[in-house]
């Protein structure tokens, strides 16, 4: 279902009921959605009326029930005598939080109504203690992070507030902050973007904004100075996954602003420190903890993790080993516990044997003043292994020359490191929820390996 008041009443409703909820974005193609719903075996789908045909038709002969969300079906389950709560354990399956399947199909993250409740108890510890006169606003999709995010603000009896659109909509972003005191809101990196270029943005308040939370893709340095110049003390980044959802790291409001310690861009351009209760390690390929500042493959455990795929002992046991989840992702820990990102290990280059993370190339894009966003992947290369390959999108009436961007990452990189070649895109693919698809970069490049795409 797309975002709205009754999306979060079922939600409750299902955990009232002693079930398990399985939310999916609704901007998926119904094939996926199939996927989603044969994978876990859903015995009930709530659905918005436009996708309702297409579900209905893809499931057809499946022992599934199909309601329209916002019908009279679902409309009559309301009007039902009330049922008494059923009791759930912490180990029982609250939430199964499909991963976005950009290297194959989607697993289900399993979440626990005790793993939820150790998230919502992290969130007053290391964000905000809410009370309720407190508000978050859902433009992302609620079957993601802010959907998440809605509990300690449930749990707090704060106000839930769904915008008309059902989604993000910057204009309307900006009419519902300055509408409301102690605004929330969750935001992608690239939502972020959007919204500090929408004209009218010098009108917002930002004085009604409590925290603008962070995540789920790369921020680059550059784009955050520019937000913090102008949302202040009011930005905080989370660090997580849906196998350990918002729950690893934090850059807290404070760490934001400390730019009188000599490693606050360092630290700016981290993911922070890791959260209450959840340890963090980066280790080398033969399992040996890694020292400061050494790069090597990110894990983590918590009462928050997940405690498996949903039918796929094999991915389960790949991701959880003695403990630990695995997060695929790469990067490295400074000696005060500062953890920073480089990339997924799948998307490190290695050309002319040196390993090469693609984020520190598009750090150094970004500092091109018309440079609005970048993404870099590798190319193979009969010679070098990989070429980097840089696709930039460049800011409206701005231009900037090859040369010139060859010119920001030699200011900034080293020489070995900036790319052999630029791509002029529009716009960069992006998933559901902002997150940008090299899977879809090495795509162009597979289908144009040696022109313009």
């Known amino acids: 279902m797309k975002n709205s008041a009754r999306y979060v009443e079922l939600l409750w409703a299902v955990w ?12 998926l193609h119904p094939k996926e959605v199939a996927f989603i719903l044969r994978n876990c075996q859903v015995r009930c789908a709530l659905v918005d009326v436009e996708m309702l045909e297409s579900i ?31 009791s759930a354990t912490p180990t029982q399956p609250a939430w199964l939080f499909y991963t976005s399947g950009t290297t194959g199909r989607p697993k289900g993250a399993t979440l626990t109504h005790g793993g939820l409740l150790a998230m919502t108890l992290r969130y007053y510890a290391d964000v905000d203690m809410v009370v309720r006169d407190d508000c978050i606003i859902h433009a992302a999709p609620l079957s993601h992070a802010t959907g998440l995010y809605s509990l300690p603000h449930v749990a707090k009896a704060s106000h839930q507030i769904i915008p008309e659109s059902q989604g993000f909509d910057p204009g309307e972003l900006i009419e519902l902050v300055n509408g409301n005191n102690n605004v929330s809101f969750f935001t992608a990196p690239t939502m972020l973007l959007r919204l500090q270029q929408q004209a009218g943005l010098q009108e917002m308040n930002v004085g009604n904004i409590q925290t603008i939370f962070y995540g789920g893709a790369p921020m680059y340095l550059a784009n955050l100075k520019a937000a913090l110049a102008f949302f202040g003390p009011r930005m905080w980044q989370g660090y997580g996954q849906g196998e350990s959802p918002n729950t690893i790291t934090n850059l807290t409001k404070r760490m934001h602003l400390d730019d009188g310690h000599p490693d606050y861009l360092s630290r700016l351009a981290s993911v922070g420190i890791a959260r209450i209760g959840v340890e963090v390690r980066v280790l080398s390929e033969d399992g040996r903890i890694c020292e400061p500042n050494e790069v090597g493959d990110i894990v983590c455990r918590s009462d928050v993790t ?22 695929g992702d790469v990067g490295s820990m400074d000696s005060c516990g500062f953890l920073t990102l480089k990339d997924r290990s799948k998307d490190v280059i290695i050309s002319g044997g040196s390993n090469i993370y693609p984020r520190e190339v598009e750090e150094a894009l970004l500092t091109h003043p018309a440079v609005l966003e970048a993404s870099v992947v590798g190319q193979n290369d009969p010679v070098w292994g990989e070429i980097i390959v840089a696709f930039v999108v460049l800011k409206k009436d701005r231009k900037a020359t090859e040369a010139e961007l060859d010119r920001s990452c030699l200011e900034n990189i080293a020489r070995f490191k900036r790319p052999k070649r630029y791509v002029f895109l529009s716009e960069l693919p992006k998933s559901n929820y902002g997150k940008i698809l090299k899977t879809e970069l090495r795509k162009l490049l597979a289908d144009h390996p040696g022109q313009s795409v």
């Open 306 to 327: 997940m405690v498996g795929y949903w039918n796929n002992p094999g991915a389960t046991a790949e991701a959880l080993r003695d403990g630990w989840l695995h997060t």
């Open 16 to 27: 009232h009921a002693g079930l398990c909820v399985v939310p999916i974005n609704f901007r």
């Open 56 to 86: 209905c038709a893809e499931m057809q002969g499946e022992d599934i029930r199909i309601l329209e969300g916002e019908g009279a079906e679902a409309d009559a389950l309301t009007e039902h005598a009330p049922m008494e709560l059923v």
